[in-house]
């Protein structure tokens, strides 16, 4: 039996986007133990993957920090690695290869940079899209990947009956209004006009609920739907899971969330402006899709609203 180890640092939609791959890392490791390198986010949800073993905490603390590099190394160095899948292809992973396994090939350390096709720049290979390039990365890995492009978000969600139960949620659609303070190019202007539309055409008949991350609970009072959080604070990804999971109906600008409910089969769509697209980002699958725009301020919330009737019946 051998020690393998994955690392995936994040983000959130990140994290819903690796589940096939680190799926099917596990199945053709049948016999070895799967160990993940993670950051603090993520740490608790990842114990829960039924396709893991064993999950490292990572805090990603400054590279010139010697002491907690030396720390990190030393643990993961313990383990005696025998093969490595970087999914997270960042500066930094590529970092901590330079220091386990300085001269590894693909047959050891897995990643963009080892498994990149003969004559494909890295540049190039990036526009792929994100699950396109998992599904490479592993095939030249000698992966079998049978669930690398329907990541299964399933396992994630927790028991959430008593929050259900304090908000009085039967059926309800769930908004993500939210967004990065620094990619405010990704937000929708116009969920309050949605929201008013929802209430009016759809004869109440349906409740219009929110639920912002920690940093988001102050501008959660400028949207005008109930707010969904734990005694006061954010719900855990667990629980996020869960709520999306059991929701009639998501519209979402493209963020962590977006990718959770794409991944966990539930029907909704995502909203892009120019600085993406649903295909580049791997989030549109049979009951998920994007509305693709140059300018976001110029999706009107009517066009919103009429896709999301004719899908959620």
Same mark, same amino acid.
């Given at each position: 039996?051998?020690?393998?180890?994955?690392?995936?640092?994040?983000?959130?939609?990140?994290i819903?986007?690796?589940?096939?791959?680190?799926?099917? &890392? /596990?199945?053709?490791?049948? *016999?070895?133990?799967?160990?993940l @390198?993670?950051?603090?986010?993520?740490?608790? !949800?990842? =114990?829960?993957?039924?396709? &893991? /073993?064993?999950?490292i905490? *990572?805090?990603?603390?400054?590279? @010139?920090?010697?002491?907690?590099?030396?720390? !990190?190394? =030393?643990?993961?160095?313990?383990?005696n690695?025998?093969?490595?899948?970087?999914?997270?292809?960042?500066?930094?992973?590529?970092?901590y290869?330079?220091?386990?396994?300085?001269?590894?090939?693909?047959?050891?350390?897995?990643s963009?940079?080892?498994t990149?096709p003969?004559?494909?720049?890295?540049k190039d290979?990036?526009?792929?899209?994100?699950?396109?390039?998992?599904?490479q990365?592993?095939?030249?890995s000698?992966?079998?990947?049978?669930h690398?492009?329907?990541?299964?978000f399933?396992?994630?969600?927790?028991?959430i009956?008593?929050?259900?139960?304090?908000?009085?949620?039967?059926k309800?659609?769930i908004?993500?209004?939210?967004?990065s303070?620094?990619?405010?190019?990704?937000?929708?202007?116009?969920?309050?006009?949605?929201?008013d539309?929802?209430?009016?055409k759809?004869?109440?008949?349906?409740?219009?609920v929110?639920?912002?991350?920690?940093?988001?609970?102050?501008e959660?009072?400028?949207?005008n739907?109930?707010?969904?959080l734990?005694?006061?604070?954010?719900?855990d990804?667990?629980?996020?899971?869960?709520?999306?999971?059991?929701?009639?109906?998501?519209?979402?600008?493209?963020?962590?969330?977006?990718?959770?409910?794409?991944?966990?089969?539930?029907?909704?769509?995502?909203?892009?402006?120019?600085?993406?697209?649903?295909?580049?980002?791997?989030?549109?699958?049979?009951?998920?899709k994007?509305?693709?725009?140059?300018?976001?301020?110029?999706?009107?919330?009517?066009?919103?609203?009429?896709?999301?009737?004719?899908?959620?019946?």
């Open positions: 039996m051998s020690n393998i180890l994955i690392i995936k640092h994040g983000s959130l939609g990140d819903a986007q690796a589940c096939g791959a680190i799926q099917d &890392i /596990s199945e053709s490791h049948k *016999d070895d133990q799967i160990h @390198l993670t950051t603090k986010p993520y740490f608790d !949800l990842f =114990k829960k993957n039924p396709h &893991i /073993s064993n999950v905490l *990572d805090k990603r603390l400054s590279r @010139l920090n010697l002491i907690y590099l030396y720390s !990190l190394m =030393k643990n993961i160095k313990k383990y690695f025998s093969k490595v899948y970087d999914l997270q292809n960042s500066s930094r992973t590529a970092f290869k330079r220091i386990l396994f300085p001269n590894a090939s693909k047959e050891i350390w897995s963009t940079e080892t990149l003969e004559g494909t720049t890295k290979f990036d526009k792929e899209s994100v699950l396109s390039r998992f599904d990365q592993l095939k030249i000698g992966i079998n990947t049978n690398t492009l329907s990541p299964d399933s396992w994630s969600p927790s028991d009956s008593q929050i259900k139960n304090y908000y009085q949620l039967e309800y659609i908004l993500f209004p939210f967004c303070p620094h990619l405010t190019s990704k937000k929708w202007p116009y969920y309050n006009k949605l929201i539309m929802i209430n009016e759809l004869e109440n008949k349906f409740k219009v929110i639920a912002p991350g920690p940093r988001e609970i102050k959660a009072s400028t949207i739907a109930l707010c969904v734990d005694n006061g604070k954010a719900l990804i667990s629980q996020l899971s869960a709520l999306i999971k059991d929701s009639l109906f998501v519209v979402a600008n493209d963020t962590g969330p977006a990718h959770m409910a794409a991944h966990l089969g539930s029907k909704g769509m995502a909203l892009f402006g120019s600085h993406t697209t649903a295909h580049k980002v791997s989030i549109e699958r049979e009951n998920f994007g509305i693709q725009v140059s300018d976001l301020s110029n999706l009107s919330a009517e066009k919103v609203f009429q896709r999301l009737s004719s899908l959620i019946s």
